[in-house]
């Protein structure tokens, strides 16, 4: 079976651009996660949905992130405009089952240099 | 604030020893544990659970214990093997209210397991 996949898995921009990261979840998980990776903060929580309901973003750094789950098979977390400082690993993850009482299966990541 | 924190930021043994990898928390909220496990390039992997109802939990070479009275849990992996040379992170959830939906990870801890 696929796990969850991320794209793209590399992205170089520069300061000021537009940057869309996607993800697809495992097939029949209704709960998605956004998280960010970085040397400083370590793994922190960007927006949790449940059944394509955003239920929690107060993670959301700033305005400049948006984040939307049109439907059970897509997510899309938004950066604009883009800053150096938003550089990072980018995870999307998906659960089972609504809340937390098992694990989280992450994608591969998305790393993002801000130039 | 770090409410979850693995205060050893690197860890390396010889192959068939015990690795013991260490995590601290401080909310007394947190009632459900976990451990990944991350590769290089590739997304966390869960490998381990606790409930706050149990001290110990075993599986295979993996076994976490929970130490309530000190806010401290620890892995334990016996025998060490090389393709165990990864990045550790300790997670913990129970805090988010009515749903039990957030994960606080830690840092990590980066084990190296010397042939």
């Known amino acids: 079976d696929a796990g969850v996949i991320q794209s793209p898995r590399h992205e170089v921009t520069e300061m000021g651009q537009e940057v869309t990261l996607r993800c697809k979840p495992i097939?029949?998980?209704?709960?998605l996660f956004w998280y960010r990776q970085t040397m400083m903060r370590g793994l922190e929580l960007l927006i949790y949905f449940n059944n394509n309901v955003p239920i929690d973003d107060s993670g959301m750094p700033e305005d400049r992130f948006s984040a939307k789950m049109p439907n059970a098979s897509f997510s899309t977390l938004k950066i604009q405009p883009s800053e150096p400082r938003d550089s990072a690993v980018y995870f999307c993850a998906s659960s089972p089952r609504e809340g937390l009482t098992g694990e989280l299966f992450f994608g591969e990541g998305s790393r993002l240099t801000v130039l | 604030d770090q409410q979850v924190k693995q205060n050893s930021p690197s860890l390396s043994v010889q192959e068939g020893r015990i690795s013991i990898l260490n995590c601290d928390y401080t909310?007394?909220?947190?009632?459900?544990f976990l451990w990944y496990k991350k590769y290089p390039a590739e997304g966390p992997t869960f490998l381990i659970s606790?409930?706050?109802?149990?001290d110990k939990n075993e599986d295979g070479r993996f076994t976490v214990f929970l130490n309530k009275s000190a806010k401290h849990l620890s892995l334990h992996i016996v025998p060490s093997q090389p393709g165990d040379s990864a990045v550790y992170f300790c997670a913990a959830s129970g805090d988010s209210g009515g749903s039990n939906y957030k994960l606080t990870f830690g840092k990590g801890t980066l084990l190296t397991v010397n042939p």
């Open positions: 606790i409930s706050s109802i149990k």
């Open positions: 909310n007394s909220m947190f009632d459900y």
């Open positions: 097939s029949g998980h209704n709960s």
